[in-house]
């Protein structure tokens, strides 16, 4: 281990846990937070797509400054933000394995390299917020006026069940470490 990162020495030096000390040996802590990451990856993710493909579908409608294609890139960056923290915090539980503490500490590490390109996304949702405030106030207050959301309840089918399986699978790796 003498060309090892800080990274994985810590990991190497450490206690050999089935997850990162942080969770102070609670398994239930690690299946829930492994469980909420990876649904919440794989959630935002498909929202990306989605957002990607009404793009591609309207791309000659809608304009780069009208609310939904505003609405479409605010929720595009915040759900990219929440792949990339959230999808590297599951990656580094599905793959923490002191007994391999190269690759371990390569994902922690790779972590930290993903963390600020996350922000970016964020932040970049926070500022199309803020910068289309005034003008999109004026366009949520016209007639027709309030949206029906729950006739669209039966969309959350798929993502309950992902959160079922991501449990699942959180439940069974903790289990067998």
Request: proline share 7%; net charge positive.
């Amino acid at each position: 281990m003498d060309n090892a990162s800080f990274a994985a020495r810590a990991v190497a030096d450490g206690p050999p846990t089935v997850a990162p000390p942080s969770f102070d040996g609670h398994g239930w802590l690690v299946v829930l937070n492994l469980a909420v990451m990876t649904f919440a990856t794989v959630v935002a993710l498909m929202f990306a797509v989605d957002a990607i493909r009404a793009w591609h579908r309207n791309r000659a409608d809608d304009r780069p400054s009208h609310p939904v294609s505003i609405w479409r890139w605010a929720g595009f960056c915040f759900a990219m933000g929440i792949v990339l923290t959230r999808g590297s915090d599951a990656i580094v539980l599905w793959n923490w394995d002191t007994r391999d503490p190269a690759a371990t500490g390569w994902w922690l590490t790779f972590q930290r390299f993903v963390d600020p390109i996350a922000m970016c996304f964020g932040l970049t949702g926070l500022a199309l917020l803020y910068l289309s405030a005034r003008g999109m106030v004026v366009q949520l207050r016209r007639r027709p006026f309030p949206i029906d959301m729950w006739s669209s309840l039966p969309m959350l089918k798929r993502p309950a069940y992902i959160a079922l399986l991501s449990l699942i699978a959180a439940i069974g790796v903790v289990s067998t470490r």
